[in-house]
C-alpha cells in the first residue's frame, strides 16, 4: 500500500450571476468553506473566487478564467488576504 500527504479533494462551489448573451457565458463562483493548497512542503486553507467567461470567436471556444485566492482561518472560516496572486488563465480550442 502507498501512502502519501495530500488533501483530500472534495471542493464545493456556489455558482451565481450566470448571464447568457448571444455567443456568450459568463457567471461567478465562489468556493464553500476551503480548500487544502500546497504551501512550502505543508499545506494552507485557502478558497477562490472566480469569474469565468466563455465566448465563441471565429468558430472556437475561448474559456477565461480569472480568480481571486483567499486565505482562510480553519478554525473560524474567516476569509481575508492570502497574499498569493495568479494571472488570468485564457483557453483557446484548437
Excluded at 5 to 23: C, H, K, M, T, W
Excluded at 62 to 89: I, M, Q, W
Aim: charged share 25%; with cysteine; proline share 4%.
Amino acid at each position: 500500500m502507498v501512502y502519501y500527504n495530500a488533501p483530500a479533494e472534495a471542493v464545493v462551489s456556489a455558482i451565481y450571476d450566470v448571464q447568457l448573451s448571444g455567443d456568450s457565458l459568463r457567471f461567478k463562483e465562489d468556493q464553500a468553506l476551503y480548500r487544502d493548497q500546497p504551501s512550502d512542503g505543508g499545506w494552507k486553507p485557502v478558497a477562490f473566487q472566480a469569474e469565468h467567461h466563455l465566448l465563441m470567436k471565429n468558430g472556437k471556444l475561448h474559456y477565461e478564467y480569472n480568480g481571486e485566492c483567499l486565505g482562510v482561518d480553519g478554525a473560524t472560516l474567516k476569509r481575508g488576504a492570502s497574499g498569493d496572486a495568479y494571472p488570468a488563465f485564457i483557453s483557446v480550442e484548437k
